[in-house]
């Protein structure tokens, strides 16, 4: 079954880091973006930025420029989202999904998310 | 503040028709395509409408999606009390090198 898998909630307290991962299955983990968006509590989605497992590059939104590190391990197919400097503002549901390419395409496939919950 | 905008709600019974707006600009909807994604809360956003119109497998017809110019709409038809969700509008935004969501629209069947 075509699938992203996440890892669980995690609780951090404000100045902290938070390190999230997203295993693929069944699909060729290398053929995708995979981005990272996030819902903070009654918000919308935000877009957090982008890794191409194929080549490992990736793109951060200008918000989290600095603050965020996208990476991955091809090996066991899996990305790993980490956000730095946490404040309670980033409490919030983060999701990987995956997109075939940037223009044109959607997410088509979605984890089933991780509550971050910053809190001191 | 989203890039894109959509009305924070909207509202039906079972069987009317409703419709949601997404406006953006020509550096996102204006130059590429929509995608549309439900939302229940507690679960993963699901894909409903890609490339504009296009329902992916599993998507009943009740969904459509259109588009025209800077601006794309999202309509259901035969309105279902599990249609009950947030809906997204999205689009890759070149100037930013990513992709832009809409606020969200709150459905609510009554």
């Known amino acids: 079954q075509v699938q992203l898998v996440q890892s669980g909630a995690e609780m951090r307290k404000p100045g902290a880091s938070v390190k999230v991962s997203c295993e693929a299955s069944a699909f060729i983990f290398t053929d995708y973006f995979i981005h990272w968006v996030r819902q903070a509590p009654g918000q919308g989605l935000e877009w957090m930025g982008w890794i191409t497992p194929n080549s490992g590059a990736t793109h951060s939104a200008q918000k989290f420029q600095g603050r965020l590190t996208m990476t991955r391990d091809t090996s066991i197919n899996t990305a790993y989202m980490e956000l730095s400097g946490l404040t309670s503002d980033d409490t919030a549901i983060y999701y990987c999904?995956?997109?075939?390419?940037?223009?044109?395409?959607?997410?088509?496939?979605w984890g089933q998310g991780a509550l971050v919950t910053v809190s001191s | 503040q989203s890039v894109l905008t959509q009305p924070p709600s909207a509202s039906g019974t079972p069987g009317q028709r409703v419709t949601i707006s997404c406006f953006g600009s020509?550096?996102?909807?204006?130059?590429?395509?929509v995608n549309w994604y439900q939302h229940v809360p507690g679960a993963a956003p699901r894909l409903l409408i890609n490339?504009?119109?296009q329902r992916p497998s599993g998507v009943p017809d009740r969904f459509s999606g259109s588009k025209s110019g800077t601006s794309a709409s999202l309509a259901i038809s035969g309105l279902q009390p599990e249609d009950e969700a947030d809906y997204y509008c999205?689009?890759?935004?070149?100037?930013?090198?990513?992709?832009?969501f809409g606020g969200g629209t709150k459905l609510t069947v009554l």
């Open positions: 490339n504009d119109h």
């Open positions: 020509r550096f996102n909807i204006g130059s590429g395509i």
């Open positions: 999205e689009a890759w935004d070149d100037s930013l090198n990513g992709p832009v």
């Open positions: 999904a995956r997109r075939w390419n940037k223009s044109f395409y959607s997410f088509d496939i």
